[in-house]
């Protein structure tokens, strides 16, 4: 297994090069020079020339790309371009809120969807069942940024129970804290339960009929033990991939919900450093994004091995 | 119309800028309520402004602003996004600054004098000032401020509005500051207004180095406290400040808050005393909430409008140029597309500023004398074009609106949409010719009307070239008389106005929601909302 992991991780340092690289030719490419966007749109040509020349712009990309990727290996990921800022410290300045909302959402629509999926698959065709694929459907379809509006109208505004927005921090306030990220993490939840739910509930219903569970009820095991212990610790598996995947997506999901709550997070940096052509933001951003996404999905992988006992790495 | 609107806003404006009590216009409808209808009671109105004088500012409490934006650096020599600007102006003083019609009021700068010639500006400066660190801010240190912008090396987006007429700047004394133009320029002072003109502390800077512009220091009156990105940037009342008016608030909370209609359910739901940029939709809304109000500025100093490469086809074309100018029904933008929110544009100055000039005559919707010009072009049958612009919302619904009013005159649009921070260099490089456009004004009319119109400006993105515009611009710089060159000015304005480069569509209303405890906000022309002045009532 440790050969599998190795092996793992060492397939994700060409994929972040693969991905660094792609964001780099495209941003340089298709959006060009960030002089005019550092020195405003009223910006006379010399200055902006001198400013290229200055940030190394005007060098071929390729030399520019491996200067970046000798600097990140030595773990000098820069500086910014319009906030001469370090790229690690922005970054490290805002990774604790997009942490947050996307551990609790990923929690939250994790376990709704276990309850809701193991609801509509015991009771496949009833009234429950119908309830609950059509909040699922409703969940995957509706907008996010729609729900957070609605959710700040009726929270904030009309019941005053929720504030609209901010950010307080765990370390410094954590009842305050979970009070300002419960709209926001429902907001993003609402639609990764939706997948979730729908996911498991049709693996469910397949390892409901399945031999084995049969030959448990036969053997007189309770109901509630044969759905916990084999029915749905078998069906796991597809909702974990699912997991997995839409892990990058959540990402996406999160940048929405950050500038509608008024998070201070990495969604919100990447894509004021994408407008504002902050190349060195971008890619420390998209590679440690990178990093998430593929260490995840290690760890589903990983979590087979263990939910099914037939499969081995080794 | 216009003027009926300028003369409510100049009243507004003056009631409660600068910070003496003066009557309001809120004051006058009191007044008038309570009086009756009686024309007789009018001659008494300064009499009973006095009795109806709203109370003194009250000290105390922590303003809470929500910021459309994130600031990218506090450091004004390196700062080009509008969201800074607002923070700045609380934690330093400009040398000079822009009263509500743009006039020029001391602030640093106590007084000046120009020599003779025009070639050399003394300038006092206000004594015992210190910084947030307890450094002097003098005259050394105000020269610092200037060479640093001015050297080369350091790059500064604030270079090119110094440069073109300062050839340097002299420390003559403990207070006094001489500035030698490379020729006479009456826009001087107008420059140091704005970002080129706040002064920060050379100790603090030579300490921070790169990181100043997260550790501003400032003689503002405020001095920074925190900023925690994409959060909030917080200030404090500086108790050491200069001026005889201190600051009632103990502190601003800028709070970002990026999107509009959240920020306005939070000047609802009481978490934020004051935000700009509402979301048109909500205005309505706001205005009959309990505990809010919305002060508005309109015409604003903004202005929206189409532009083109006259020097490339089709649009080298003058008369179709002016048939377009004709086509557009610049009313049914306000009614439509501002729900009324807003003043038709029919020239780059708009009413409220000193320069604005009554004779000037811009296009009227005329659909008939549109055909009739677009014939005599030579496109009898009608026209097809391209427009391109940027792909927001309020963008997107500008360039369908214009696309459905000009197919009234025979003129095809296709749409083109752009990602907001491409457009403009796309036009730049020539990659686009019909576009939409919108720019704020300066607090000198050399500022904008220099970069737009003058031959082979930097900023001149349309290709125009008028000798006759290149003279005037030149004259009215040259003169430090206002009379003279308000003159100027007017002239410039109908030439720009005839020859079309730019089609001016409408002047967007400023609106700042805020609760009714807020006091004495008053919008400036440059659109950037000052907040240091401000006092909540208990």
Same mark, same amino acid.
């Given at each position: 297994?440790?050969?599998?992991?190795?092996?793992?991780?060492?397939?994700?340092?060409?994929?972040?090069?693969?991905?660094?690289?792609?964001?780099?030719?495209?941003?340089?490419?298709?959006?060009?020079?960030?002089?005019?966007?550092?020195?405003?749109?009223?910006?006379?040509?010399?200055?902006?020339?001198?400013?290229? /020349?200055?940030?190394?712009?005007?060098?071929?990309?390729?030399?520019?790309?491996?200067?970046?990727?000798? /600097?990140?290996?030595?773990?000098?990921?820069?500086?910014?371009?319009?906030?001469?800022?370090?790229?690690?410290?922005?970054?490290?300045?805002?990774?604790?809120?997009?942490?947050? %909302?996307?551990?609790?959402?990923?929690?939250?629509?994790?376990?709704?969807?276990?309850?809701?999926?193991?609801?509509?698959?015991?009771?496949?065709?009833?009234?429950?069942?119908?309830?609950? #694929?059509?909040?699922?459907? $409703?969940?995957?379809?509706?907008?996010?940024?729609?729900?957070?509006?609605?959710?700040?109208?009726?929270?904030?505004?009309?019941?005053?129970?929720?504030?609209?927005?901010?950010?307080?921090?765990?370390?410094?306030?954590?009842?305050?804290? %979970?009070?300002?990220?419960?709209?926001?993490?429902?907001?993003?939840? $609402?639609?990764?339960?939706?997948?979730?739910?729908?996911?498991?509930?049709?693996?469910?219903?397949?390892?409901?009929?399945?031999?084995?569970?049969?030959?448990?009820?036969?053997?007189?095991?309770?109901?509630?033990?044969?759905?916990?212990? /084999?029915?749905?610790?078998?069906?796991?598996?597809?909702?974990?991939?699912?997991?997995?995947?839409?892990?990058?997506? %959540?990402?996406?999901?999160?940048?929405?919900?950050?500038? $509608?709550?008024?998070?201070?997070?990495?969604?919100?940096?990447?894509?004021? #450093?994408? %407008?504002?052509?902050?190349?060195?933001?971008?890619?420390?951003?998209?590679?440690?994004?990178?990093?998430?996404?593929?260490?995840?999905?290690?760890?589903?992988?990983?979590?087979?091995?263990?939910?099914?006992?037939?499969? #081995?790495?080794? | 119309?216009?003027?009926?609107? =300028?003369?409510?806003?100049?009243? &507004?404006?003056?009631?409660?800028?600068?910070?003496?009590?003066?009557?309001? =216009?809120?004051?006058?409808?009191?007044?008038?309520?309570?009086?009756?209808?009686?024309?007789?009671?009018?001659?008494?109105?300064?009499?009973?402004?006095?009795?109806?004088?709203?109370?003194?500012?009250?000290?105390?409490?922590?303003?809470? +602003?929500?910021?459309?934006?994130?600031?990218?650096?506090?450091?004004?020599?390196?700062?080009?996004?509008?969201?800074?600007?607002?923070?700045?102006?609380?934690?330093?003083?400009?040398?000079?600054?822009?009263?509500? @019609?743009?006039?020029?009021?001391?602030?640093?700068?106590?007084?000046?004098?120009?020599?003779?010639?025009?070639?050399?500006?003394?300038?006092?400066?206000?004594?015992?000032?210190?910084?947030?660190?307890g450094t002097v801010c003098d005259a050394e240190a105000v020269k610092w401020n200037i060479d640093f912008i001015l050297d080369k090396a350091n790059n500064s987006p604030q270079f090119k509005q110094l440069d073109p007429f300062l050839s340097g700047v002299e420390a003559s004394g403990p207070t006094t500051v001489v500035f030698r133009l490379k020729k006479p320029y009456a826009g001087f002072l107008a420059a140091f207004t704005e970002r080129p003109g706040f002064i920060v502390s050379p100790a603090a800077y030579q300490k921070y180095g790169k990181d100043f512009g997260r550790n501003p220091v400032g003689t503002g009156m405020?001095?920074?406290?925190?900023?925690?990105?994409?959060?909030? +940037?917080?200030?404090?009342?500086?108790?050491?400040?200069?001026?005889?008016?201190?600051?009632?608030?103990?502190?601003?909370?800028?709070?970002?808050?990026?999107?509009?209609?959240?920020?306005?359910?939070?000047?609802?739901?009481?978490?934020?005393?004051?935000?700009?940029?509402?979301?048109?939709?909500?205005?309505?809304?706001?205005?009959?909430?309990?505990?809010?109000?919305?002060?508005?500025?309109?015409?604003?100093?903004?202005?929206?409008?189409?532009?083109?490469?006259?020097?490339?086809?089709?649009?080298?074309?003058?008369?179709?140029?002016?048939?377009?100018?004709?086509?557009?029904?610049?009313?049914?933008?306000?009614?439509?597309?501002?729900?009324? =929110?807003?003043?038709?544009?029919?020239?780059? @100055?708009?009413?409220?500023?000193?320069?604005?000039?009554?004779?000037?005559?811009?296009?009227?919707?005329?659909?008939?004398?549109?055909?009739?010009?677009?014939?005599?072009?030579?496109?009898?049958?009608?026209?097809?074009?391209?427009?391109?612009?940027?792909? @927001?919302?309020?963008?997107?619904?500008?360039?369908?609106?214009?696309?459905?009013?000009?197919?009234?005159? &025979?003129?095809?649009?296709?749409?083109?949409?752009?990602?907001?921070?491409?457009?403009?260099?796309?036009?730049?490089?020539?990659? +686009?010719?019909?576009?939409?456009?919108?720019?704020?004004?300066?607090?000198?009319?050399?500022?904008?009307?220099?970069?737009?119109?003058?031959?082979?400006?930097?900023? &001149?993105?349309?290709?125009?070239?008028?000798?006759?515009?290149?003279?005037?611009?030149?004259?009215? &710089?040259?003169?430090?008389?206002?009379?003279?060159?308000?003159?100027?000015?007017?002239?410039?304005?109908?030439?720009?106005?005839?020859?079309?480069?730019? +089609?001016?569509?409408?002047?967007?209303?400023?609106?700042?929601?805020?609760?009714?405890?807020?006091?004495?906000?008053?919008?400036?022309?440059?659109?950037?909302?000052?907040?240091?002045?401000?006092?909540?009532?208990?």
């Amino acid at each position: 297994m440790w050969r599998y992991i190795v092996a793992r991780v060492a397939a994700v340092v060409p994929m972040i090069v693969l991905v660094t690289m792609a964001v780099f030719w495209l941003l340089h490419g298709l959006l060009g020079d960030p002089t005019l966007l550092i020195l405003g749109r009223d910006a006379d040509p010399q200055t902006a020339q001198r400013l290229r /020349h200055e940030l190394g712009l005007d060098r071929p990309l390729d030399v520019q790309y491996l200067d970046w990727v000798s /600097h990140a290996f030595r773990g000098d990921l820069g500086r910014s371009l319009r906030t001469h800022e370090p790229v690690a410290q922005a970054m490290r300045e805002r990774a604790l809120p997009t942490a947050e %909302l996307t551990i609790l959402s990923m929690g939250l629509a994790a376990a709704g969807a276990l309850v809701l999926g193991s609801v509509a698959a015991v009771w496949y065709g009833s009234l429950a069942d119908f309830g609950v #694929s059509s909040f699922c459907v $409703v969940g995957v379809t509706l907008p996010n940024f729609l729900l957070g509006i609605t959710l700040i109208l009726v929270f904030a505004l009309t019941l005053r129970w929720l504030p609209s927005g901010g950010f307080v921090s765990p370390l410094n306030n954590l009842g305050a804290n %979970l009070r300002v990220m419960i709209l926001p993490v429902l907001t993003l939840s $609402v639609a990764y339960v939706g997948i979730l739910a729908l996911v498991l509930k049709s693996s469910l219903r397949a390892t409901l009929g399945a031999p084995y569970v049969q030959t448990a009820r036969a053997k007189g095991i309770a109901e509630r033990r044969v759905l916990v212990r /084999h029915a749905v610790r078998n069906s796991l598996i597809p909702l974990l991939s699912v997991l997995g995947i839409e892990f990058g997506r %959540l990402f996406g999901g999160a940048v929405v919900t950050e500038t $509608v709550f008024a998070l201070p997070g990495v969604g919100r940096l990447l894509v004021d #450093s994408i %407008l504002g052509r902050d190349f060195p933001v971008v890619q420390a951003v998209v590679a440690s994004m990178t990093c998430g996404v593929l260490f995840v999905n290690l760890l589903v992988d990983l979590s087979y091995a263990w939910l099914d006992p037939r499969v #081995s790495y080794d | 119309m216009r003027d009926r609107n =300028r003369q409510v806003d100049s009243l &507004n404006r003056t009631a409660s800028f600068p910070r003496r009590r003066r009557i309001t =216009r809120r004051d006058l409808l009191r007044m008038s309520a309570g009086a009756g209808l009686g024309l007789a009671l009018a001659r008494d109105a300064a009499t009973r402004a006095t009795a109806f004088a709203a109370p003194p500012p009250q000290p105390g409490g922590i303003l809470r +602003v929500g910021a459309v934006a994130d600031t990218h650096t506090l450091d004004p020599h390196f700062s080009v996004d509008w969201s800074e600007r607002p923070v700045m102006y609380a934690i330093y003083n400009t040398l000079v600054s822009a009263t509500p @019609t743009f006039e020029i009021a001391p602030e640093l700068g106590r007084s000046w004098k120009i020599s003779a010639d025009g070639l050399t500006i003394t300038v006092s400066l206000q004594p015992n000032v210190k910084f947030h660190d307890g450094t002097v801010c003098d005259a050394e240190a105000v020269k610092w401020n200037i060479d640093f912008i001015l050297d080369k090396a350091n790059n500064s987006p604030q270079f090119k509005q110094l440069d073109p007429f300062l050839s340097g700047v002299e420390a003559s004394g403990p207070t006094t500051v001489v500035f030698r133009l490379k020729k006479p320029y009456a826009g001087f002072l107008a420059a140091f207004t704005e970002r080129p003109g706040f002064i920060v502390s050379p100790a603090a800077y030579q300490k921070y180095g790169k990181d100043f512009g997260r550790n501003p220091v400032g003689t503002g009156m405020f001095q920074f406290v925190e900023w925690l990105p994409d959060d909030h +940037v917080s200030v404090k009342r500086f108790d050491g400040y200069w001026g005889r008016s201190k600051a009632s608030l103990d502190g601003i909370t800028y709070r970002v808050v990026p999107d509009p209609a959240v920020r306005d359910t939070m000047v609802r739901t009481g978490e934020l005393d004051i935000t700009s940029e509402p979301d048109p939709k909500d205005i309505a809304v706001l205005q009959k909430s309990p505990g809010v109000k919305v002060v508005s500025e309109n015409p604003s100093g903004h202005w929206w409008g189409v532009q083109w490469r006259v020097d490339r086809p089709p649009f080298n074309n003058k008369a179709l140029r002016q048939a377009i100018a004709y086509g557009i029904d610049r009313g049914e933008f306000v009614k439509v597309m501002l729900g009324g =929110r807003g003043s038709i544009a029919n020239g780059p @100055t708009p009413s409220i500023v000193w320069w604005y000039s009554r004779t000037a005559k811009g296009f009227s919707y005329d659909p008939d004398r549109a055909k009739q010009l677009l014939a005599e072009a030579g496109y009898q049958n009608g026209f097809s074009a391209q427009f391109s612009t940027d792909n @927001t919302p309020v963008g997107l619904q500008f360039a369908q609106l214009l696309q459905a009013q000009l197919k009234r005159i &025979n003129v095809t649009l296709t749409i083109n949409p752009v990602d907001p921070s491409n457009l403009y260099q796309e036009v730049l490089q020539q990659k +686009v010719n019909w576009t939409r456009t919108d720019w704020t004004l300066r607090a000198d009319p050399d500022g904008l009307l220099r970069i737009l119109f003058y031959t082979g400006n930097y900023a &001149n993105s349309t290709g125009y070239s008028n000798p006759t515009v290149d003279k005037l611009l030149d004259q009215g &710089n040259s003169t430090y008389d206002r009379n003279a060159r308000k003159s100027i000015y007017a002239q410039i304005e109908q030439q720009v106005i005839d020859d079309a480069p730019y +089609v001016w569509v409408f002047y967007p209303s400023e609106d700042a929601p805020m609760r009714t405890t807020v006091q004495e906000y008053a919008w400036i022309p440059d659109s950037v909302p000052r907040y240091r002045s401000l006092w909540l009532a208990k």
